[in-house]
């Protein structure tokens, strides 16, 4: 429904043809050094990749070996800054054997054909949010059937759902400290569209086939000639992003979830739009959605760029209220219930210097996992369930329609 089945076509030929790379993995020793790669090191990339230096400095046991970039300024950048090997393809990068996981942080749209051609070369994978663009939920559906044949490690870049407090939370709901949660709310407000239209220019003069490869920076989208604003400020355009819903949302939706463990939803609608940021971004400002699950809960998702204020995380049960404060989460009886008052503590605070700390324990997860082969945090099955009601809303904005799920068949239907 959201593709039509030329570019779905498009995209299986070229993610086959990404997976090119022969398979190769090990099983890395409790002494091993992790060995890994970075796909895209734009802004993300390179925050992230400063991030493992500094665990490596504090004593991890990983090093960062290769890099690569469709843009060659940048690759030259992070070859120099973490003296690492430098690839213009992705494929090329993962023929190497001297990889065992990569971190991909591409623009949106490149995630599931970076993610599936790594987990077919045979490597573990810590992917940036959102899981996928808006237009391809049938592309996100064959990834996570597809690892569930080949039982990669793949890690989702939400790092909010890192701390602990959400499954301590989780288990506390399951054993009915909120009686049956039947509404919750959350959002993402923020004042700014510095994260659209205040993407860095790296070089206002920047050409096709001068250090750029635009034909694989513009992935499954629709083609467009060249043009430096679409390839430096990509979050601006629907043909790479979504705004908020698909952008920012995730890391909210991904801890609610957690806690909940509601499954696919059954119905969802939304509004959105550009309130107030109506120069050349196309993307949404403001987007609010409602997702109703078949075991009767409601959840609400609230959120503009335009205003910082925010509502509390927090689910309503038949006894009892669940919030998310700053340092905890908190259970509070509803009057004259028999359920207890409780607090949970958090290992991370949830603002300021917290968001920092999310980032080195998301990936610590990540880095323990890949040798415990245990699930992480923000595995890819969790990431499905949370973008699957997201890109629903997305398309209940862009159709004027309720979008439904058909849970049997995983597939969308609009009403
Ligand atoms: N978890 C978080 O809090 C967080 C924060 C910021 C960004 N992100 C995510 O990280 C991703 C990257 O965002 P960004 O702000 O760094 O964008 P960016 O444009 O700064 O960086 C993306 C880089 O990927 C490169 N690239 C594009 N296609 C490629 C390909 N096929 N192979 C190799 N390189 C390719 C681009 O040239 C660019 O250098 C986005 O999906 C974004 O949502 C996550």
Redesign the pocket.
């Known amino acids: 429904m959201e593709r039509d089945s030329a570019s779905r076509r498009l995209f299986l030929k070229s993610s086959a043809a990404f997976g090119t790379a022969a398979s190769y993995s090990r099983i890395l020793g409790a002494n091993d050094r992790l060995r890994l790669g970075f796909?895209?090191?734009?802004?993300?990339?390179t925050g992230v990749a400063n991030t493992v230096v500094n665990l490596v400095a504090a004593g991890e046991n990983v090093e960062i070996t290769s890099v690569?970039?469709?843009?060659q300024p940048?690759l030259e950048r992070a070859e120099t800054r973490f003296k690492a090997k430098g690839y213009a393809r992705?494929a090329d990068m993962l023929s190497s054997t001297s990889l065992d996981a990569v971190v991909i942080?591409?623009?949106?749209r490149?995630?599931v054909a970076?993610t599936l051609e790594a987990i077919r070369a045979g490597k573990d994978v810590y992917v940036?949010?959102?899981i996928c663009h808006w237009a391809q939920f049938d592309q996100l559906k064959q990834l996570v059937h597809e690892n569930r044949k080949i039982g990669r490690i793949v890690q989702v870049?939400?790092?909010f759902v890192a701390d602990s407090v959400w499954e301590k939370a989780a288990e506390a709901i399951k054993e009915g400290a909120i009686g049956r949660p039947v509404h919750a709310q959350t959002c993402y407000f923020r004042r700014g569209d510095q994260g659209e239209r205040g993407?860095k220019v790296d070089d206002p003069n920047a050409k096709d086939g001068l250090g750029v490869d635009w034909e694989?920076?513009q992935?499954d989208a629709p083609r467009r000639p060249f043009d430096v604003s679409r390839l430096?400020q990509?979050r601006m355009y629907m043909d790479y992003s979504g705004g908020p819903v698909t952008?920012t949302y995730p890391?909210m939706l991904t801890p609610l979830l957690k806690m909940l463990n509601p499954g696919f939803p059954k119905k969802v609608v939304a509004l959105g739009g550009r309130y107030y940021y109506n120069h050349e971004r196309e993307v949404p400002d403001t987007f609010d959605l409602l997702i109703q699950y078949p075991n009767n809960l409601t959840v609400v998702f609230l959120g503009t760029f335009i205003n910082a204020t925010r509502i509390d995380t927090l689910i309503r049960g038949s006894e009892a209220t669940l919030t998310r404060k700053a340092e905890a989460v908190t259970i509070e009886p509803a009057r004259g219930s028999a359920v207890v008052a409780r607090e949970i503590p958090a290992d991370i605070h949830s603002f300021g210097e917290g968001h920092a700390q999310q980032l080195v324990a998301h990936l610590k997860d990540f880095f323990d996992c890949v040798r415990t082969r245990k699930q992480p945090r923000g595995n890819l099955e969790l990431a499905y369930l949370v973008q699957t009601p997201l890109i629903m809303a997305m398309q209940a904005h862009l159709h004027e329609k309720v979008v439904r799920f058909d849970i049997a068949r995983e597939e969308m239907r609009m009403v």
Request: proline share 6%; net charge negative; hydrophobic share 25%.
């Open positions: 796909v895209g090191v734009g802004g993300r990339g690569c970039d469709i843009y940048r992705s942080a591409t623009p949106d490149h995630h970076n940036e949010k959102p870049g939400t790092q993407m694989t920076f992935a430096f990509w952008d890391h």
